[in-house]
Structures are given as structure tokens and as C-alpha cells.
């Protein structure tokens, strides 16, 4: 695709799909695009995220775009602060800066004769042919529902919004919630507080990962020698490995699916010393179920001397800590709300009105769809990257979003090409796509495996992906054009 109209694109957001929509836009010839960041700097997720301990659990040299690979990570998984800082290099290394506008967080997008009018909550006001929302998943804090959370004298705040001048060595610390980012707390903080107590509602399986250290000796080797780095990386193995994972999670009989339970259970039995402490942190549901947490020193971290699994339940948090049901008083200094995130947000709580005046609310009035994840029938040139019921949260986002503009590239060529002036999903294909959806969703572990999690949507349905990776792939090689309504640019005037 190379742009041959002077198309005007607005970028939603720079994080890890901004900046990747920026770097597509300008190698095909768009210079007519702005990227809109509501905060200061780009990053999303990992500028949001600063927690001590934060790691990505993708293997790090997977963990970057294809085209901007990176020899220098330090580690086997890519600590949070180095993905932060590749992003940085990579925005300026592709000339982004121009393109982007911090502080401009959008509120409004209305859809009116045949452009995107868009209004940011600064007054500032724009209008774009085509809008990507790269607006991420995991970033609007879930605050737990607990009885007196106001009453707390200590430091109290969500793991995304980390306060890096409070002091913890030597601090009693609570930390709720045993998410990947609980857990990776606990590893991180086990042997600094003085007394570390990790709130656990229910057992997660851990999986086994090593998390060594490149040398600087491999790290020169690799910048020195990309095909060393290919080699290393090799991403066959790598895909095939994916692939396994996500036939384990629509099939809990396959071979991926056993591998990775007996990893889980082999880990557990062999890690835990403590028999009453292996109970309970033993799972009551299927692994998988949940998004499987990885980590190399889990187990051993809360088996420190100074650390301690609570499981009694929380009955209600007071001025001095945090109370359990069965009326013990554990006395806190801080209490980190690790409690994820609410995942059905996207763009919202902006304003989207399609064509005809259809708005985003009450197209998502049941639960947030899109046609592949991509695309929503009346919201003409309006794409998303990872949007509703793609692949979060299975395979690598970076890898998602990659494959996601391949598709989205393809749409913008209609327009592009002078085919059409405007371009999104039929009914009739969001309705089929939803059915076949849901159908399948029914079928994978997040639904039979006896257990809930941010996958499931208000409904209890999941919201990912429910098919393996070799299906993503396939799907967002080429868009069957016919599933799509094309708006000729004289009925957009007049549909206005
Ligand atoms: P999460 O997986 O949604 O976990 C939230 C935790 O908070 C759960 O353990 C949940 O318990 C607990 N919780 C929620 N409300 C509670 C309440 N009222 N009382 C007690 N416990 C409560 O959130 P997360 O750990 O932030 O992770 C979210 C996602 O971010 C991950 O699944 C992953 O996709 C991504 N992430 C990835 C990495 C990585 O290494 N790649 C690191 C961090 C995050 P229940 O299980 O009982 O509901």
C-alpha cells in the first residue's frame, strides 16, 4: 500500500499499537497523521506499570516489533523498565516525535459527512477520514469492592499507579490480588519488606520459566550478528510453541494443554515444602482457566521467612490494616490493590457516534464486539488494534497488533484506492462472527474450566480469542472484503 490520497489519520493513543500504527503509517507514505497520548510520554501499559518486579513474560527478543528487533535486553524476560525504554528508542529511531501530541486525551468522536470530527477534553478539536484507537485493554484500574478501603492510615493504591518515593524496605506490606502482577510483587518484595502478606481468593497454577541474564559477551554477539539473534530467537519454534499453548486452551485434551498442566502440578509438588501451604495453593480449577502466570521464583518467594499467604478472606480493611474473616487483625504499613483491571473499557469512557448517529454505547449494549477484533458495523474507517475479542491476554500483544495492521492496512487501501470513501464490518458478518464466537468460546477453558477471570464479559462469556493462533494468523493475512460495507462518498452526504 502506498498512500496516493492525502488521507488524514488520527491516531488514538501511543503505546505499544500507536507507535506501531505511526511507524506503518509513515513507511507507507501517510504524513497527514497525529498521534493523540492523553498523558505526557508514550508507553501505555509500561508507562502505566512501574511496579518493582515488572516483567513481560513473553521471552524478551520476542517481545519487540518484527521489523526493530533488539540485542540488548538483559534478561530471558524483558524487565518492564527496558521495554519502556526500547519503545522510547524505537519512536525516535522512526521519527515519531512530530507526529505526536501528548496531553490530549480525546472525548468525542462523531462520525458526520463522511469524516471523523473529533473533540479532546482540551478544547482542541480535529477531524480525520480514517481513526485507529490504539487505546490498549489492561489500563483502567479494577479498585476491589472491600469495606472500609477509605479508612486505611497506611499507603494505599492500585499496582498501576505505583508511588516510587514510598519507602518499602523494612515495611509491613499487603499486597491483594494474585494476578500476574500480584505474583510478580510478591517475587519482587518477599525479601525487602519485613513482613510481606499476600491475599489470595483463589490458588492460580504457576508455570515454571527460567529468567536468566544475557552477558554482555551474548548481547554484543547478537548486535553484532543478526542472524545469531535469528537463530537464537528462532521464531518457528517460538509460533509453534504459541501455537500448542492456544490448541490447549480451546482443547483441554490436547497435548499443549497436558504438557503445560503436569508443568504446573510438578511445579507445585516439588516447590513447596510446607504440606499445608501446598494445599493451599493448589488450584480447584482447570489450569488455564485463568491466565496462566509464569514465573521462575514465586513459590520460593513466598516461602521466605518474612512472607505469608493469607487465604482466610478479607472481611474489611481498617485504619491500622487489613481484617480476615476469621477476625485476625493484620497490621499493614501498605496495602497494594494488585486487582487488575476492568477489561471491557477500550475507548471508552470517550464518546463514539457512527454513521446515522449510532453510538458506540448501544452498539455495545449487550458487550463490547468487533468484527475480528478490528472493526464495528457503522463505524466507518474507525479500526482498532486490539480491540473486543482479539487475542488478549494468549499470545504476545505485540505479535497480535503486528498481524492487526497487516488487516488494517488492507481496509485503508479501499479508501485509499479511491473504491470506496468509507469502510467497516456488515451486520450480517459481525452477527455470523459473533455467533461462531460465543459458540466457540463455550468450548475453551476460560469456560469449562470451573473457574472465573477477566476473560469473561457480564454475561460469563469469554471475551478473547477462542480459536488457536494459526486461525488469528490466517484471518488477518487478507480481509474478505465482502464482509465489509463500502460507503460511496454520496451516500455518506447523504446519510448525514
Ligand atoms: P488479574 O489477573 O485480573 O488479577 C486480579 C487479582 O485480584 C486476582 O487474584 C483476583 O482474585 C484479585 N482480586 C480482585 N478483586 C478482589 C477482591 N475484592 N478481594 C480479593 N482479591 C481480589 O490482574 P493482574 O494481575 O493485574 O493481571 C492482569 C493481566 O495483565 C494479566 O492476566 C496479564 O494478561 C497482564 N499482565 C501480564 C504480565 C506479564 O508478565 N506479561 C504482568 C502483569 C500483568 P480472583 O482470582 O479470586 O478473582
Redesign the pocket.
Known amino acids: 500500500m502506498m498512500a496516493q490520497q492525502d488521507l488524514r489519520v488520527v491516531v488514538i493513543g501511543a503505546g505499544m499499537a500507536g507507535i506501531l500504527a505511526g511507524i506503518k503509517l509513515r513507511d507507507a507514505g501517510y504524513e497527514n497523521f497525529v498521534i493523540y497520548e492523553k498523558a505526557d510520554k508514550i508507553g501505555g501499559t509500561w508507562r502505566e506499570n512501574t511496579y518493582p518486579g515488572l ?4 521471552p524478551s527478543h520476542h517481545y519487540t516489533y518484527t521489523f526493530e528487533r533488539n540485542p540488548d535486553w538483559t534478561r530471558h524476560l524483558p524487565p518492564g523498565s527496558e521495554i519502556q525504554a526500547y519503545f522510547e528508542r524505537t519512536t525516535a529511531k522512526y521519527g515519531l516525535q512530530e507526529y505526536l501530541q501528548f496531553g490530549q486525551e480525546i472525548s468525542r468522536c462523531e462520525y458526520r459527512d463522511g469524516r471523523w470530527e473529533l473533540q479532546m477534553q482540551s478544547g482542541l478539536q480535529d477531524s480525520a477520514d480514517i481513526v485507529i484507537a490504539a487505546t490498549g485493554v ?1 489500563h483502567h484500574p ?1 479498585y ?3 469495606a472500609g478501603i477509605a479508612d486505611f492510615q497506611g499507603s494505599i493504591f492500585h ?1 498501576s499507579r505505583w508511588d516510587h518515593d514510598l519507602p518499602l524496605d523494612g515495611k509491613r506490606i499487603g499486597i ?7 505474583v ?1 510483587l510478591v517475587s519482587a518484595l518477599a525479601s525487602r519488606a519485613d513482613k510481606l502478606e499476600h ?1 489470595q ?2 490458588a492460580q497454577w504457576i508455570m515454571p520459566v527460567e529468567n536468566g541474564h544475557f552477558s554482555e559477551e551474548e548481547r554484543r554477539a547478537f548486535r553484532e550478528d543478526p542472524a545469531l539473534l535469528a537463530e537464537v530467537m528462532n521464531v518457528d519454534a517460538f509460533n509453534a510453541a504459541v501455537e500448542s499453548y492456544t490448541q490447549g486452551l480451546t482443547d483441554s485434551n490436547s497435548e499443549g494443554a497436558q504438557q503445560i498442566g503436569g508443568a504446573c502440578l510438578q511445579n507445585l509438588e516439588s516447590s513447596v515444602r510446607d504440606p499445608q501451604l501446598k494445599e493451599k495453593l493448589r488450584p480447584d480449577h482447570a489450569p488455564m482457566c ?2 496462566l502466570i ?1 514465573s521462575p521464583d514465586y513459590y520460593e518467594a513466598i516461602q521466605h521467612p518474612n512472607a505469608n499467604l493469607v487465604t482466610e478472606g ?1 472481611e474489611r480493611i481498617e485504619a491500622n490494616g487489613i481484617r480476615t474473616r476469621d477476625g485476625e487483625l493484620h497490621e499493614l504499613d501498605i496495602i497494594v490493590l ?4 476492568r477489561t471491557d473499557q477500550f475507548m471508552r469512557p470517550m464518546e463514539i457516534i457512527g454513521n446515522n448517529g449510532v453510538d458506540l454505547e448501544s452498539a455495545w449494549a449487550v458487550r463490547p464486539v468487533a468484527y475480528l477484533a478490528i472493526s464495528i458495523p457503522d463505524f466507518p474507517n474507525f479500526f482498532m488494534l486490539n480491540g473486543p475479542n482479539g487475542p488478549v ?1 494468549n499470545f504476545p500483544l505485540i505479535d497480535i497488533a503486528e498481524h492487526q495492521w497487516t488487516y488494517i492496512e488492507q481496509l485503508m487501501e479501499e479508501v485509499n484506492s479511491g473504491r470506496c470513501a468509507g469502510i467497516s464490518a456488515s451486520h450480517e458478518a459481525m452477527q455470523a462472527f459473533d455467533e461462531e464466537r460465543i459458540a466457540a468460546a463455550k468450548k475453551t477453558v476460560w469456560y469449562t474450566g470451573g473457574c ?3 476473560y469473561l464479559d457480564a454475561e460469563g462469556i469469554p471475551a478473547s480469542w477462542p480459536w488457536n493462533y494459526s486461525r488469528f494468523v490466517a484471518e488477518m493475512a487478507a480481509p474478505a472484503l465482502e464482509k465489509f460495507d463500502y460507503f460511496p462518498v454520496l451516500q455518506i452526504k447523504q446519510a448525514s
Open positions: 516483567t513481560c513474560d513473553v489492561l479494577s476491589p469492592d472491600i499496582s491483594i490480588g494474585n494476578g500476574s502482577t500480584g510478580q491475599y481468593r483463589t485463568k491466565r509464569f478479607i494488585a486487582t487488575g483491571f491476554g472465573k477471570s477477566w
